[in-house]
């Protein structure tokens, strides 16, 4: 059987990806959702409490998670909803996005309901482990998306205007660089992050 590894997915990599569920009424619901791979068949990620998915995973404790790379796939399934003609229905299984680069099925093996409290309230996020059933690839080469690389570009675009800015925008990008900084060493590889401190490196010599 196919696993994660097909798809170009690492061990402890998180990839955003677009999670599709069953609503109580049988229609489908698209969502983004950051999934990390935990090995070649399992994965983990948090739901936070207020979304469709939240319920669904909860009530069905299965659904599928859509490989893709299209920005209006993306902002539809955030901001609006995904068109039903987006959809394909996987046997009596569920349903994923038929333009999805691959797909695959999963069922939740445990889940764990954690609350938050900080300065807005209190905030509920499932913590959800599944295994996955079954994984399609829809074409050859698959590429799960990683924000660790835009982090990165963005970081050497800021390094090399940094010298030509005015001081206000040199601030500004600093505060830029340490936010970029905390993104990769949440969502990025060892490469990554290894790209990051060296960039960091180098900044210091810029202050
Ligand atoms: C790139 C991206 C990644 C996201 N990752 C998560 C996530 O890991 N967990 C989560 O609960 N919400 C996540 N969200 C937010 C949900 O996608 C968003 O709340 C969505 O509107 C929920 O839709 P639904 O009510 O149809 O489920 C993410 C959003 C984006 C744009």
């Given amino acids: 059987m ?3 590894y097909s ?3 690492e061990n402890g990599i998180l990839y955003e990806t677009i999670l599709t569920t069953r609503n109580p ?4 619901n698209a969502a983004p959702i950051g999934v990390i791979c935990k090995n070649n068949e399992e994965v ?3 739901l936070h409490k207020g979304s469709k998915t939240f319920d669904n995973v909860r009530r069905e404790k299965s659904f599928h998670v859509n490989i893709l790379n299209d920005p ?3 902002v539809e399934s955030t901001i609006g909803n995904l068109e039903s003609g987006e959809f394909q229905a996987d ?3 569920g349903f994923f996005i038929k333009s999805a680069e691959a797909f695959f099925r999963a069922e939740v093996t445990s889940e764990k309901l954690v609350e938050r409290k900080d300065h807005l309230g209190t905030s509920t996020t499932n913590v959800i482990q599944a295994r996955v059933l079954r994984v399609v690839k829809n074409q050859e080469h698959v590429q799960p998306l990683n924000r660790a690389i835009y982090g990165i570009i963005e970081a050497l675009v800021y390094i090399s205007r940094i010298d030509i800015v005015s001081e206000d925008e040199k601030k500004a990008y600093l505060n830029q660089m340490s936010e970029i900084s905390r993104l990769v060493n949440k969502v990025g590889s060892e490469d990554h992050k290894r790209a990051m401190k060296r960039i960091l490196a180098s900044l210091e010599n810029k202050k």
């Fill in 7 to 9: 798809l170009g997915m």
């Fill in 25 to 28: 009424d049988g229609t489908p």
């Fill in 2 to 4: 196919l696993g994660l």
């Fill in 72 to 74: 209006m796939v993306f």
């Fill in 44 to 46: 983990v990620f948090y």
């Fill in 91 to 93: 046997n009596a299984d």
